[in-house]
């Protein structure tokens, strides 16, 4: 199965998303033809999928720098750019504590949950049996933080959204060569 149709399937793409789809285009082709298809919700899943972990994480902390956050929203910023600089599982970890104790419920969080998802074990720490996040959940946490980032003016959601999108859309690439993680 191609890179595109397992993404499509991981994020759960509508069906008239899927449709769209070819296992030869390249990624920013694929996210593209949901955008000009009038698919922005599948646009954005695919989008967050195919984005390597780290440029996903990068991508989520540049659309949050624009706007104005809680302190609870800049702190969950402040670990994913840790991370982002430094994709170090202390990173990771400290992410994944501030998460689970704030809960996920604010663009801080979600971001964190991004980090948090990344890799490594979900698991406490000791635990002899590592729990990996499956690899899809970065992907599924951005997509909640865009949809948050989007939300902070209401009235405006769809534009935002799209704007984020097309923020996005160059770091994918144009052939079908595969990026690196």
């Not at 298809?37 to 991508?59: C, E, H, I, Q, S």
């Not at 909640?144 to 996005?168: E, G, H, K, P, Y």
Request: glycine letters at 6%.
């Amino acid at each position: 199965m191609s890179n595109i149709l397992h993404a499509a399937g991981q994020m759960q793409l509508s069906a008239e998303a899927r449709v769209l789809l070819r296992p030869d285009m390249a990624a920013r082709d694929a996210v593209q033809a949901l955008i000009d298809a009038g698919r922005p919700r599948d646009a954005l899943k695919l989008l967050a999928r195919l984005l390597p972990t780290r440029y996903a994480v990068a991508w989520l902390c540049q659309c949050a720098r624009g706007e104005a956050l809680s302190e609870e929203d800049a702190l969950g910023v402040a670990l994913a750019e840790a991370w982002v600089r430094e994709s170090k599982e202390e990173h990771r970890r400290a992410a994944l504590d501030y998460a689970a104790a704030a809960g996920r419920r604010s663009i801080g969080t979600w971001l964190a949950v991004a980090v948090a998802w990344s890799g490594g074990s979900l698991a406490p720490l000791g635990s002899q049996t590592p729990v990996p996040p499956a690899e899809h959940l970065t992907a599924s946490a951005a997509v909640a933080t865009i949809n948050l980032l989007a939300s902070l003016v209401m009235d405006q959601f769809a534009a935002r959204r799209d704007a984020f999108v097309q923020a996005a859309l160059g770091l994918l690439p144009t052939s079908t060569e595969q990026m690196e993680a």
